[in-house]
T-cell receptor, first 118, second 113 residues
Framework: AQTVTQSQPEMSVQEAETVTLSCTYDTSENNYYLFWYKQPPSRQMILVIRQEAYKQQNATENRFSVNFQKAAKSFSLKISDSQLGDTAMYFC???????????????FGTGTRLQVFP | SAVISQKPSRDICQRGTSLTIQCQVD?????MFWYRQQPGQSLTLIATANQGSEATYESGFVIDKFPISRPNLTFSTLTVSNMSPEDSSIYLC??????????FGQGTRLTVV
C-alpha cells in the first residue's frame, strides 16, 4: 500500500523568504502522480502543483516549485518570496493512475502547517 | 478545472439526527469522492460515488452510516446518519477531471452536540 509522510507538523517563515516543505512517500509503482494542496483557514483545498513521476523535470508554478527525487521517493515543495497569503496547511498527496473505479485513491500526508510572518 | 458548490458550509446538529450534505459541480464528471477531515487531521476517503451504481466505501465506513446518492453526473449527496459527537468533522466532496486533477468543495463543518 502507498503511504505519504510529512515529517514537519509546523513551519514558519518570514515574508519574502524561502521555505521548503518535505514529503516522502512509499510505493512500488513506477508511474504515478504527486500533488501539493494548500488548505487555508477557509477550508478550501487548493491544488498548488502536481508532478508526473515519468517526468524528470521538476514542476514549477510561479513562486512554487518542487524537488522530485524519484529514487529517494522524495517530493519537497519550495515556496519562494513567501507571502502572508501563503499561510495555510499544506498537504502532499499521491495518486496511482489511472484512477479507475474502486482501485485507486488520492492518498494524503498528515499536513504541514505553514505560518508566514510579516 | 471544475467549480464545486457544497452545502451547507457549516451546521450544528443534535446527536441522533441526520444531516445531508449536497455537492454540485459545474460540469459532468464521472467520479465524485467524499472525504472526512477530523479536527487537525488529514483527509480520509469515505467513499467513491459513481453515477448509476452504488457508492464504494472505504474500510471503516458503511452505507448505513454514510448513505450516498449520485443521481446524475453533476450532483451527489452524503448523509451522516444517527450522528454522535465523534462525527464532528469537516466533510469535503471532490471530483477528478480528465487530466487527473482533483478539485474540492469548500467543505462542510459539522458539529454534533
Amino acid at each position: 500500500a502507498q503511504t505519504v509522510t510529512q515529517s514537519q507538523p509546523e513551519m514558519s517563515v518570514q515574508e519574502a523568504e524561502t521555505v521548503t516543505l518535505s514529503c516522502t512517500y512509499d510505493t512500488s509503482e513506477n508511474n504515478y502522480y504527486l500533488f501539493w494542496y494548500k488548505q487555508p483557514p477557509s477550508r478550501q483545498m487548493i491544488l498548488v502543483i502536481r508532478q508526473e513521476a515519468y517526468k524528470q523535470q521538476n514542476a514549477t508554478e510561479n513562486r512554487f516549485s518542487v524537488n522530485f527525487q524519484k529514487a529517494a521517493k522524495s517530493f519537497s515543495l519550495k515556496i519562494s518570496d513567501s507571502q502572508l497569503g501563503d499561510t495555510a496547511m499544506y498537504f502532499c498527496a499521491f495518486m496511482k493512475p489511472p484512477r479507475s473505479y474502486n482501485t485507486d485513491k488520492l492518498i494524503f500526508g498528515t499536513g504541514t502547517r505553514l505560518q508566514v510572518f510579516p | 478545472s471544475a467549480v464545486i458548490s457544497q452545502k451547507p458550509s457549516r451546521d450544528i446538529c443534535q446527536r441522533g439526527t441526520s444531516l445531508t450534505i449536497q455537492c454540485q459541480v459545474d460540469s459532468q464528471v464521472t467520479m465524485m469522492f467524499w472525504y472526512r477531515q477530523q479536527p487537525g487531521q488529514s483527509l480520509t476517503l469515505i467513499a467513491t460515488a459513481n453515477q448509476g451504481s452504488e457508492a464504494t466505501y472505504e474500510s471503516g465506513f458503511v452505507i448505513d452510516k454514510f448513505p450516498i446518492s449520485r443521481p446524475n453526473l453533476t450532483f451527489s449527496t452524503l448523509t451522516v446518519s444517527n450522528m454522535s459527537p465523534e462525527d464532528s468533522s469537516i466533510y469535503l466532496c471532490s471530483v477528478e477531471t480528465v487530466n487527473t486533477e482533483a478539485f474540492f468543495g469548500q467543505g462542510t463543518r459539522l458539529t454534533v452536540v
